[in-house]
């Protein structure tokens, strides 16, 4: 059964360009080589300000920031644990350079349990 990576993150808008090449770069290795079906990086564009609980509520969005919604699908969690766990093996992901504040990043993984294609 696929098994999901979501993330949400506030980005500053300045850094778009560098955090979306830095995303591409990720996203290849992880689809290329350690098993990932797909992913999908998306700017906020439609994102209000909630009075209780909100997407930039929950990342402390900052004024000159905007909220980033990721997922990632991986074919079961066994492939996406040993793909984390190369990752932190990997030259490539040592130096990478955090065009956010990873503090702020919400993530979790995900069992589907209701699809519709």
């Known amino acids: 059964m696929a098994y999901i990576d ?6 500053p808008n300045e850094n778009k360009e560098k955090y979306a090449a830095t ?6 290795i992880w689809k290329e080589e350690f098993g990932m079906l797909s992913a999908k990086e998306c700017w906020g564009d439609e994102v209000p300000d909630g009075k209780v609980t909100s997407m930039p509520m929950a990342v402390k969005c900052e004024a000159n920031e ?14 996406r644990d040993e793909a984390w766990a190369k990752c932190e093996q990997d030259e490539r ?3 990478i350079a955090m065009d956010f504040d990873g503090k702020r990043m919400i993530f979790g993984g995900f069992v589907p349990f209701v699809e519709v294609e």
Do not use: C, E, N, Q
């Not at 995303?23 to 290849?28: D, E, I, V």
């Not at 905007?66 to 492939?79: C, E, L, N, Q, R």
């Open 93 to 95: 992901f040592k130096d």
């Open 6 to 11: 979501g993330f949400m993150l506030a980005v």
């Open 23 to 28: 995303s591409r770069m990720m996203l290849k």
């Open 66 to 79: 905007t909220v980033v919604f990721s997922w990632s699908i991986w074919p079961d969690k066994a492939t």
